[in-house]
């Protein structure tokens, strides 16, 4: 085919699947029962919590039967386990009582996560159009998603608009000018940037601005029609150190005094993600009462009296504990680096934070013989797909045998590939692995 037709068709194939595309979403829409959230008190969130952290089964650490019934599945697999899901989700409410939660969907963008979390309560933090037609496929109300993503194109911008989301973060005046444009009349809250120093996974050259130009940046918007309405930080997943908390919640207070004296009442005070889930390489990371609690005091001194509404936006802290992946030992290979285990899921299979070198806790079901260090790695070409080096366990492993990545639901679903034509995990849910 010529090279223009062949554009021309492509062109023409690719307007008709997102015709068929928007079809099928406003009719799955249509069919949508809009949720009523539950009114949760005190003591319903602990009644809740205790039924569910007295369950017996669970993924992470996988019980016996969960093991039992991983080991029948012969490839890779990825094992949410929802009721994990919701107790991560209530672990905020019992940590601070009217805390809002706004589920980052892009952590674990799983329908049956998402239907389980709005069930419950929660919102969500949505960064694209495609996240928001998943999280609205839930019922949930559209001011109940948050458009976190400080760099949004103008068309997803217009789509959640028209869709009804009324709150939107910005970081630049660029972002400011598309928001008044295109979403009139809306939340404005703007992202502050964090230093580094205390992250695992630093966000804070990308994204935010200093809390002088966050200030202008709320001006500016009243000046175009929006309406200030808060601050956002995020200090950067898996952070352990509540103290990183400390120096930007500070900052976000000061721009809600400095804005005080320009008439404006901010009220939303979101505090973002980074709530982090134990690995082998860090066993005992703080909790998210501690880190809610470091938060409270700060707030306490400089807002004293001051009601603001305090939210969060858990991915990992959410998803996380709620999933592990399972995989195959393929070959056991004597290397001149020592021993190795290649394994048929790795990096580009969902063991995606391998990739910030944190070392998964694995159950290694049928095997306990002496801890040697072994060389982990997945099933690619590529040797950046190395999931962990010295890692100790079971010298007896052998080719064919399970290992069980535990925590390992964050970022998972959300980035594994298809590369080399190598499967992703197959999904699956500890409720239909496993009746109970
Ligand atoms: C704006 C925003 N909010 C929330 C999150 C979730 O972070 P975490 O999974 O560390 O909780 C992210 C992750 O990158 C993010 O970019």
Same mark, same amino acid.
């Given at each position: 085919m010529e090279r223009r037709n062949f554009l021309r068709a492509s062109v023409i194939a690719s307007v008709a699947s997102l015709a068929v595309d928007a079809v099928r979403v406003s009719e799955a829409r249509a069919a949508v029962k809009p949720l009523t959230p539950p009114t949760l008190s005190e003591a319903d969130v602990a009644a809740r919590l205790h039924k569910l952290r007295t369950r017996n089964q669970r993924a992470c650490p996988p019980t016996k039967e969960v093991m039992t019934a991983l080991q029948r599945i012969p490839n890779s697999v990825l094992l949410y386990d929802l009721d994990q899901v919701e107790q991560n989700y209530l672990t905020f409410l019992e940590a601070e009582p009217g805390v809002e939660v706004f589920y980052a969907v892009k952590c674990a963008p799983n329908p049956r996560i998402l239907q389980r979390l709005a069930a419950a309560g929660s919102g969500f933090d949505i960064a694209s159009r495609a996240e928001l037609d998943l999280a609205l496929a839930t019922g949930v109300?559209?001011?109940? $998603?948050?458009? !976190? #993503?400080t760099v949004k194109p103008v068309a997803d911008i217009r789509y959640a608009f028209d869709h009804g989301v009324k709150s939107y973060v910005a970081d630049s005046r660029h972002e400011v000018e598309k928001l008044a444009k295109h979403a009139p009349g809306t939340n404005l809250y703007v992202r502050i940037s964090v230093d !580094?120093?205390? &992250?695992?996974? =630093?966000?804070g050259d990308k994204f935010g601005t200093t809390p002088e130009h966050a200030k202008e940046l709320l001006l500016l918007g009243r000046k175009l029609g929006l309406k200030p309405y808060g601050t956002h930080f995020h200090?950067?997943? %898996? $952070?352990?150190? =509540? %103290? &990183?908390?400390e120096t930007p919640t500070a900052q976000a207070a000061s721009i809600f005094r400095d804005m005080k004296k320009h008439g404006i009442d901010l009220q939303f005070f979101d505090i973002g993600g980074g709530y982090p889930t134990a690995f082998a390489s860090s066993p005992n990371p703080p909790s998210v009462k501690q880190i809610l609690d470091t938060v409270k005091t700060v707030l306490d001194r400089e807002l004293p009296g001051q009601n603001v509404r305090l939210a969060v936006e858990p991915g990992r802290g959410i998803a996380g504990s709620s999933g592990t992946v399972s995989a195959r030992v393929m070959l056991r290979a004597d290397r001149a680096s020592g021993e190795w285990l290649h394994l048929d899921a790795g990096i580009y299979q969902g063991l995606f934070d391998a990739v910030d070198h944190y070392v998964y806790e694995i159950a290694t079901p049928g095997r306990s013989g002496a801890p040697v260090p072994f060389t982990l790695c997945g =099933?690619? $070409?590529? !040797?950046?797909?190395?999931? !962990?080096? #010295?890692q100790k366990l079971p010298g007896d492993l052998q080719e064919g045998d399970l290992l069980i990545f535990e #925590?390992?639901?964050?970022y998972s679903e959300s980035c594994n590939t298809t590369f080399n034509g190598m499967p992703s995990p197959a999904v699956h849910y500890l409720d239909e692995l496993l009746p109970i």
């Open positions: 109300v559209p001011t109940k $998603c948050i458009f !976190s #993503n !580094s120093k205390f &992250a695992s996974h =630093p966000l200090v950067g997943t %898996q $952070c352990l150190y =509540p %103290q &990183a908390w =099933p690619t $070409c590529d !040797s950046f797909d190395t999931i !962990s080096k #010295n #925590n390992a639901a964050a």
